[in-house]
T-cell receptor, first 116, second 117 residues
Framework: AQKVTQAQTEISVVEKEDVTLDCVYE???????LFWYKQPPSGELVFLIR??????QNEISGRYSWNFQKSTSSFNFTITASQVVDSAVYFC?????????????FGGGTRLMVKP | KAGVTQTPRYLIKTRGQQVTLSCSPI?????VSWYQQTPGQGLQFLFE???????NKGNFPGRFSGRQFSNSRSEMNVSTLELGDSALYLC????????????????FGPGTRLTVT
């Protein structure tokens, strides 16, 4: 069974703090894909990153960075020097090559509140 | 490129009625997926369409159905509405992997917020 767990339901930080959002996944497939999405108060899910199971390189994009570790089945997301505009719900999601389609399994989401 | 569009954005229906939601994917995207988001169940996959065929279906009752047209636009229908169907319905579109296979990221529309009274 495919499963994504985001243990942190809510995190509150003060602006300029670094924050890490945890994501742990379960899958029996050897080829799978992991994603992060941001859902601001407007409601639309915004794509942040896609990573396949064969690429364990960490990625940095501006203040955002992702740490993928297959050994611990984790795909954590770090925001450096957080800003109020980062306040949103963040979802980690999993898909796999043999699901005959494009189904995403989402974690429960982490609500991040960045206070000025 | 224009993003994924969904109509209507808001809808209020009465229990027992039916509803049709519409989604226009990003140009060139042939896969369209639908998700239901509720505070209690989170984001749940409903179904996915590609080339006018349903490729995948989530664990929802038969009251939930969908279709895709030749221009990749998609509709979903919920019949005999129940109070528990109140939710944000999100449509997403993506490219489709080639012969070597790949799963591409999905781009989401703004959603249709359905309230059933």
């Amino acid at each position: 069974a495919q499963k994504v767990t985001q243990a942190q339901t809510e995190i509150s930080v003060v602006e300029k703090e670094d924050v890490t959002l945890d994501c742990v996944y379960e899958t029996r497939d050897t080829t799978y894909y992991l994603f992060w999405y941001k859902q601001p108060p407007s409601g639309e899910l915004v794509f942040l990153i896609r990573r396949n199971s064969f690429d364990e390189q960490n990625e940095i994009s501006g203040r955002y960075s992702w740490n993928f570790q297959k050994s611990t089945s984790s795909f954590n997301f770090t925001i450096t020097a957080s800003q109020v505009v980062d306040s949103a719900v963040y979802f980690c999601a999993l898909s796999w090559l043999n699901n005959a389609g494009n189904m995403l399994t989402f974690g429960g989401g982490t609500r991040l509140m960045v206070k000025p | 490129k224009a993003g994924v569009t969904q109509t209507p954005r808001y809808l209020i229906k009465t229990r027992g009625q039916q509803v049709t939601l519409s989604c226009s994917p990003i140009s060139g995207h042939r896969s369209v997926s639908w998700y239901q988001q509720t505070p209690g169940q989170g984001l749940q996959f409903l179904f996915e369409y590609f080339s006018e065929t349903q490729r995948n279906k989530g664990n929802f009752p038969g009251r939930f159905s969908g279709r895709q047209f030749s221009n990749s636009r998609s509709e979903m229908n919920v019949s005999t509405l129940e109070l528990g169907d109140s939710a944000l319905y999100l449509c997403a579109s993506s490219l489709v992997g080639g012969a070597a296979g790949a799963v591409y990221e999905q781009y989401f529309g703004p959603g249709t917020r359905l309230t059933v009274t």
